[in-house]
């Protein structure tokens, strides 16, 4: 008698659930990548008897294996970095409307103890692409020490030359 034993392998800790959007403009067909984090991604900085610790978390947004955003704390303050091509900023939570975001820059703070919509703009020789992310920082203390957290909730990057990617779009 054959006995058959079938595994199934159990996964604790981060859940990334995937998804993938078609969407046409411009006479273009492009995909809208969304992922959302179970729970979120975050990074912290602590600060206790003089001594500093902190986390960095890199972002691939349109998923080529490069960093197109590095997350890190300057001083005790989450900073997003935008690399080569990229640009960020923070939207107006009444107007979900990326394309009508005006204050781009390569590096953001996120202050704490706010939902931060930020939204992302990746400049090419053909237009561009646009791309969002719903984050979050905390101040808080684990006892002695002071921590600063950054949460990464969900992240989208349209695939779609100028597509009009609205914040929270999947």
């Known amino acids: 008698m054959r006995r058959i034993t ?59 294996k490069t960093t197109d955003l590095k997350v890190y704390f300057e001083y005790d303050i989450p900073f997003i970095q935008a690399m080569k091509d990229w640009q960020i900023c923070i939207l107006s939570s009444d107007n979900p409307n990326i394309t009508d975001a005006y204050w781009w820059e390569r590096g953001i703070h996120v202050f704490y103890d706010s939902v931060h919509p930020i939204a992302v703009v990746h400049n090419t020789e053909d237009g561009v692409y646009y791309g969002w992310l719903d984050a979050y920082s905390f101040l808080g203390s684990d006892g002695q020490e002071r921590v600063i957290r950054f949460y990464l909730r969900e992240k989208a990057y349209c695939t779609c030359l100028n597509y009009p990617l609205k914040w929270g779009e999947k």
Do not use: R
């Open 6 to 64: 079938l595994v199934l392998p159990i996964v604790v800790g981060l859940c990334c659930f995937s998804a993938c959007h078609k969407v046409e403009y411009g006479g273009q067909t492009g995909k809208i990548l969304h992922q959302k984090y179970d729970p979120a991604l975050n990074i912290s900085y602590s600060y206790a008897d003089s001594v500093q610790t902190w986390d960095t978390l890199y972002i691939d947004l349109d998923q080529d």
